[in-house]
């Protein structure tokens, strides 16, 4: 037989492979049983400064990105870790929700939030040498109330008239009250930030293509960005905050797959990685060799229903599908057990939550769930419906369909790229339901955007006039005490009318090699740099 | 042993209903990444459904997709190839220009295309994957046609007054179905790979009726920790087209043989 060697070495091949997989499901048994619990909170706001010791100057971070930088034009929409290097902010977030002056010195109102008084520092120069001064702020200010698509815009609108009372001062005027309007000026750029100031020189030399030349009073200075590879920043000789910035550089490097980007921190490619799964974060917890910083956040991971379109435009089927998913089953096939729950708009820890408003949310029960689905249909109404989301949220399509199915959904799958998701799917309020993540650290603007009546991360177009009412309120008070009242009943509200199917937090996280010190940041990710430096 | 694995797939995925294995759209979240156990002869996947009865069922898709694509480009590029064979002239040259605009054209883009369109289905995948495999059948309906064309027995044909249909569904097909054949039976290899990758960029069979590359794709995510989830369909449909390479291999030298015989 002139085959049989031949035979016998394919025999001998599958032989092979079937023991490699043999050894790679037991294996996979053994670790199944490690990881318990939901993920806990770490250093949400960065690590303390004070007990790392006396910082080593030198030094260049590599930093890995989940995506691209589309612009550092404040102006425009993204998600840009760079930027606060190159420009600081002029006020600071809080981990209590409120603003400090950080790049300017301080930030008052003369008649209960109508007029604001903005203090800049004196000498603080911008990299090309000139000075960061009232008018800086007014001509940056300006950009975002003329550019209508600015993220910043519906905050810039309120403001009524500016001027500079001296080089070093400008004063606002507003429609109205706004005691949140110096958060307004603390905000990552992705949120909408008045506080990103650009050089009026370099504006008036680069127009629109500032976002690709962008000249700041940050620690670091814009080198060369070589887009789908990487952004290099240069330390600012002339920086305000005496003796920083510690690094002499930062390069920033795209790392969009998920898997690449935790083999690059794992491996030591790069220093610092912004996580933006589950998946990535659970790992590195348990790497004893990385060093992880993470808050939930308030909303998280979230379903829009669209209030637009049968059949989530009823209460009765919106309660339906919250009750009929199983948060413990999805833990175990998504999460590797540590999904951190979301059963309100605020998180746990956030003064503004209340026990009652997750005690009052549906909890999974898959009867509840046929009733009001039957009692629909009775109705005239048809349950089925499409679900549309990412194609990296397939595995959780999946889970999805097979839960409705088990309540009697017959659910049509379809997935998109990220980019003709964002546009054709959400933004365009074409969608039944689908999925989305977003974290916000101060509920102004966050709760807003995503729950007022015409809100620009409203994509399922809720709407309750109580809710507008007292998210307006809680904006405009200066008082502390009305303001969490106001967004306590905001919460509660909410979960009422199920907005939304909350089910997780986020997992927006820092993930550092453990000789990077001085971490700065805020639970959304966004970096302060001037006090980072390395260990080594 | 390619014969033997080749026919217990395909009996597996034709008596699938009737065989008592697991309902592969129920998920069972004890078994959630599960690996060998005696309930789940090959584990469980993310959503702790079977993974043999999944295997089983997916063949069906698998199979499906290679047979039904295939089989329709054969047909109509087949057809349209013994056109060109035998009338020669501008109807060659038309369908060689047509032809070669279908190759030029990069086949994924073509087949995303086609299911932003129309959708992603398992009709709309059959229908994409044809097309893109009639101008192969083209030319080689047309090179096998040029040959039998000049035979003496089609010259008889003609001379008897037969009508160039009849002449070629009665004289010139049976002879261009063999390497037709032997063709189209390596190409259904290659279409369950092209299946595979597609329903990996999620562009497949939409869920919950699983495909071997749709489950390739759904472990993704946990290759790290549970390779087996991704690994056991892998190495079915590594098999599977191996052993269809193999048997169209040693068919087509066969045909080969024969023809150097006549």
Known sequence: MRLRPRTSRIVAGVALVCCALLVGACGAADRAAVAEGALQERDPYGGDLAAEGAPKPGGTLLLGMDREIVSFDPTVQNSNMAAPAVYDSLMKLTPDGKAEPYLAQSMETTDGGTTWVLTLRPGVTFSDGTPLDANAVIVNT?????????????????????????????????????????????????YGSLGLIVSPAALQQYGDDIGRHPVGAGPFTFTEWVPDSRTVLTKNPSYWQEGMPYLDGLEFRPLPDTETRYASIENGDVDVVFGGYNQELVRASQNPNLRIYYGPGNAGEYLYFNFNKAPFDDRRMREALISSLDLNALAASQYSGRLVSATSLFT??????????????????PERARGLIEEYRAGGGDPDFTFKTTQTRVPFGEFLQAQMAAVGIDVQLQFYDLAQYSSSVVQSNDFQLTTWISAFDTPFPGASRLLHSGGNTNYGKYSNPQVDALLDEAATTSDPAVRTNAYQQVEWLVGQDLAMAWFSRSYLSTITKPEVKGIDRYVSRDMFYATTWLDR | MAWTWLGAVVLAAVFAPLLPLWDPAVPDYTAVFSGITPQHWLGGDTLGRDTFSRVVYGARASLLVGICAVGLGALVGGFLGMLAGYFGGRTERVLALVT?????????????????????????????????????FIRLARAATLVVAQREFVLAARAYGCSPIRIITREIAPNVVLPVAAYGFIMIGVFIVVEGSLSFLGLGIPPPTPSWGGMIAGGRAELLNYPHISLFPAAVMFLTVLSINYIGERTRKQFEVKESNL
């Open chain 1, 142 to 190: 300006q950009r975002h109330i003329d550019t209508v698509s600015s993220p910043a815009h519906p905050f810039a609108e309120r403001i009524t008239s500016m001027r500079a009372v001296d080089p070093l001062t400008v004063e606002f005027v507003l429609d109205g009250p706004f005691g949140d309007f110096p958060v307004v000026f603390g905000q990552p750029i992705t």
């Open chain 1, 348 to 365: 746990e820890s956030s003064p503004y939550h209340t026990a009652a408003a997750s005690d009052a949310w549906p909890r999974y029960d």
């Open chain 2, 100 to 136: 070669d605009v279908v190759l030029a054209f990069p086949g994924l883009v073509f087949i995303i295309a086609i299911v932003a369109i129309l959708g992603s289905s398992l009709s709309n995948l059959i229908l994409g994957l044809a097309i893109l495999s009639v101008p192969t």
